[in-house]
């Protein structure tokens, strides 16, 4: 197939895109067989979908890169020789990740119902290392800030975007909710796994996680995933309290109770 042809049948794909893993699947594989001749042409038919659809398609776009990324570091993984270096479409959804995040969230609220499953796709990826914390967290904190001005937004300033965003038919209302149900049930499924891709040069024999080098997250791809995973349990730990205290000594007291009483009961 020509450059022109491979382009014509993406963007036919990107706008028959959505919900289902099916259809998210079919277009992912032809990102993935058509990069390396037209990697880049693809890559711009992508950002300028996600300019011309509709909110919905946008957001069924993100999901649709959120399953390009991974697939694309699955490739790294399985590829030899130089091909390793190349992390495919995921060097352009990073450089690209705030402009997506605009499209599919759109300034106004008219980007509200889009702006719940990019976060949980953005966090997503951070805790994965899937694109640099550092990249996510500004596109995050972008996020938030637009939200907090939108909110501050007085009550005749919200009737007036109101207005100038035509609302949505009672189809197109279901048919987002049953969108919005099928992917959040694919994001819940996928959420606690963590990358197999990082460190894909000791892609071997798993060790003991004692023998495993210690890395850092400045490591990048040699990062590990044992210790990309203590981190993110090490952010969401509380710090040491009372009621540690209160925990570890009722343990202790049940582990080895005191002179004269009986042993815990192991029933």
Sequence with gaps: MDPFEVRMQFLALLRRL????????????FAVKYFPGCGEDLWDCIVEECQKGSVNSRINI??????LCETCLLVKTRAKGQDRESNLYV????????????????????????????????????????????????????????????????????????????????NEVFKRIEEDRERHKRLRERR??????????????????SFMPLTNTGD????????????????TTSDWNED???????????????EGEGPMDLS
């Design 62 to 67: 993100l999901y649709f890169l959120d399953s």
């Design 192 to 209: 606690w796994v963590q990358p197999i891709t990082h460190n894909p040069s000791s892609y071997h024999q798993p060790l003991l996680a």
């Design 91 to 170: 060097n352009f959804v990073a450089r690209d990740l705030g402009k997506i995040v605009e499209n599919v969230v759109p300034k106004g609220r008219q980007g509200l119902p889009n702006l719940v499953s990019t976060r949980q796709i953005l966090q997503s990826w951070r805790s994965k290392r899937v694109i640099d914390p550092q990249t996510v967290d500004e596109v995050l904190t972008s996020l938030n800030d637009r939200q907090l001005a939108l909110d501050a937004t007085n009550p005749s300033s919200s009737s007036h975007h109101q207005h100038q965003h035509a609302p949505l038919s009672r």
């Design 244 to 258: 540690d205290v209160e925990a570890a000594t009722e343990e202790a007291d049940l582990c080895f109770p005191a």
């Design 220 to 235: 990048g791809a040699q990062e590990l995933t044992i210790d990309i995973e203590f981190e993110n349990e090490w952010e």
């Design 18 to 29: 959505n919900a289902s893993q099916q259809s998210i699947q079919r277009v992912v594989g």
